[in-house]
């Protein structure tokens, strides 16, 4: 069995690099997926949740570049690579944004960066900037370039779009797997014993298919609390009822095909027959609506967020930067907004057209 297994997969594989469209979808998701992992290790602001702020440099258009003194803080940690590599590394310096410097005796005097048109003195001692290292004063004066832009905190809005990754794949991740876990087991009852397991699990279906997903997900939400862990949960228990409904209607029709009937003849159990029989007969429309809940979650993730009831701040999510910098749409700087939108318009995108690739391979009378 284990050689048609593989020869099957080879096949699959042969007919999903023909589809060019499922190709870029691949290629984007995993380039998504690589962003996500080492995120804190490309980000240009590696701090946690990439919130360095720095007011004084708020809406500023891609490209911007500002100079800063970087004074050494009090508040330095020194953590594992693991912890620097999942979490970020905490800030342990003042950037103090400057438009100029002069070094006079022992002193550094600044003109600090208060707007494009205002500038104050101010001055430090130079044993202070450098922790009594005078020889390394210019190592402290630092040009950061912000390639798209800062949002309205000054935050460098590459990298928390980079961060921001992190929460849509994991989103869609635990919400595909809590959809497909309960709509499988439901959907698959439902279809072989039919009768009143049938009756009852479409009950439940047809209540929960009856209230708005947007209003499910406030309501469970609400009662489990405002959170990272909890939005994933709710976006899941409200996307196993399109699963389970593929489902219940794959299996009512596999059931009864020959293969089926002579394992029943043989005496095998009915897990058997479900688990080793009819699932894997049933696998590409799985994968095509695994997609598809996937591309949703990683949409109602981001509208909730822009509601204010998703991921909070300061922690980066695509929609809540949206809700953070919309208001510029209409004023200087829209591209704060639009490109986390483009961002969620792109990775949906990639899952849509990886899920109608992958759903042409598995068919093998497209072959």
Partial sequence: MDQPDFSFKADMWKR????????????????AVLVSVFGYVIAPDNSPNADLQT??????????????LKIPGNNAT??????????????????VPI????????????????????????????????????????????????????DKFGRDILSRLIIGTRVSLAVGLIAVLISL???????????????????????????TWSIPTLLLVFAITMAMGKGFWQIFIAVGLTMWVSVARLIRGQVMAIKEMEYVQAARALGLTDSRIILRHILP??????????????????IVEAGLSFLGIGIQPPQP???????????????????????????????????????????????????
């Fill in 78 to 95: 020194d953590a594992g690579w693991f912890k620097h590599f999942t979490s970020g590394r905490k800030n342990g310096f003042q950037w």
């Fill in 55 to 68: 007011v004084e440099i708020q809406a500023k258009k891609p490209g911007y570049s500002q100079q800063f």
């Fill in 181 to 207: 876990s309960l709509g499988i087991i439901l959907g698959a009852l439902a279809g072989y014993y039919r009768g009143w397991v049938d009756e009852v699990i479409m009950w439940l279906i047809n209540v």
């Fill in 317 to 367: 999510s695509w929609g809540l930067m949206i809700k953070e910098n919309y208001n510029f749409i209409i004023t200087h700087n829209p591209l704060l907004a639009l490109i986390p939108g483009f961002a969620i318009m792109l990775l949906v995108l990639a899952f849509n057209l990886l899920g109608n690739g992958l759903r042409d391979a598995v068919d093998v009378k497209e072959a």
């Fill in 16 to 31: 999903l690099k023909k589809n060019r469209a499922a190709l870029f979808g691949l290629v984007i998701i995993i380039i």
């Fill in 281 to 298: 007969n049933i696998l590409g429309p799985v994968m095509v609506i695994a997609a598809g809940n996937f591309a949703t979650a990683i």
């Fill in 99 to 150: 438009k100029g410097y002069q070094i006079k005796g022992d002193s550094l005097m600044i003109n600090k960066f208060i707007d494009d048109d205002t500038t104050v003195v101010q001055y430090y001692s130079i044993n202070q900037v450098t922790n009594n290292d005078p020889a390394t004063i210019q190592k402290n004066i630092i040009t950061k370039k912000y390639r798209l832009g800062t």
